[in-house]
């Protein structure tokens, strides 16, 4: 089984609206770690934002939240008032095992902002 | 600091021939990763480091390829010999302690075999 899961390949939004990219994730370890990475067209990986699997609130970083729903297995990255500049990859990803020593990315949702 | 330093930044080479990538992390950063990115597989872990030892190499695709780090500054990902299908984005990445999750990127290098 695939260990992250992004079902959507390609997602689109009007300037200024939030938009919601899906992440689902497999695990069977207690303590683990669900992160989003941003791939603008310039190519360049920038780390957005990171939820531990005991934190009990979501993890907010400026317009960017973590939804994290830990019975569904899922840690949905949300991005409000949606700029131009949003326009990218984003990854989502995992760390799991002794010492968060296991890495695991998904394949990716490119977003489109519309102006 | 300047950031990961990954160089070259484009390679050219003939299948068969070696190829060597390096990487200088963030000064200080215990952790080192490298990837590679395809349109067919997207982003992959090959292989890294903690305080320069191998941690994880199970990533790494076969036997041509072989990673090193023999100081804290400096890492190489070596393929031979190449062939067309290793043609790819290599990222290097560094991370500090605990928070190894927030890897800072080089530029990556992009490696074509012909």
């Known amino acids: 089984a695939q260990k992250i899961t992004q079902t959507q390949p390609g997602m689109f939004v009007q300037e200024k609206e939030a938009v919601t990219l899906d992440c689902t994730y497999d695990?069977?370890?207690?303590?683990?770690?669900l992160f989003w990475y941003k791939q603008p067209s310039s190519g360049e990986m920038i780390f957005l934002i990171y939820?531990?699997?005991?934190?009990?609130q979501n993890a907010t970083e400026g317009r960017y939240s973590l939804n994290f729903q830990k019975a569904r297995k899922s840690a949905n990255l949300v991005i409000s008032a949606s700029q131009l500049g949003d326009s990218a990859m984003y990854f989502c990803a995992m760390r799991e095992g002794p010492g968060g020593n296991q890495f695991y990315f998904g394949t990716g949702t490119s977003l489109t902002v519309i102006p | 600091d300047a950031g990961v330093i990954q160089s070259p930044r484009h390679e050219v080479t003939e299948m068969g021939q070696e190829v060597t990538l390096r990487c200088k992390p963030i000064?200080?950063?215990?952790?080192l990763f490298w990837y590679r990115q395809t349109m067919m597989r997207g982003l992959e872990l090959l292989i890294y480091f903690n305080n320069n030892v191998p941690i994880d190499d199970s990533g790494m695709p076969e036997d041509r390829f072989s990673a090193k780090m023999p100081n804290a500054s400096f890492s190489t990902l070596k393929i031979q010999p190449s062939e067309p299908r290793d043609s790819a984005v290599y990222f290097c990445?560094?991370?500090?302690?605990?928070?190894?999750?927030?890897?800072?990127f080089g530029p990556g290098t992009r490696l074509t075999v012909t």
């Open positions: 695990t069977s370890d207690q303590s683990y770690g």
């Open positions: 000064s200080g950063h215990d952790y």
């Open positions: 990445a560094s991370s500090l302690g605990r928070k190894n999750y927030e890897q800072y």
């Open positions: 939820q531990g699997s005991y934190d009990e």
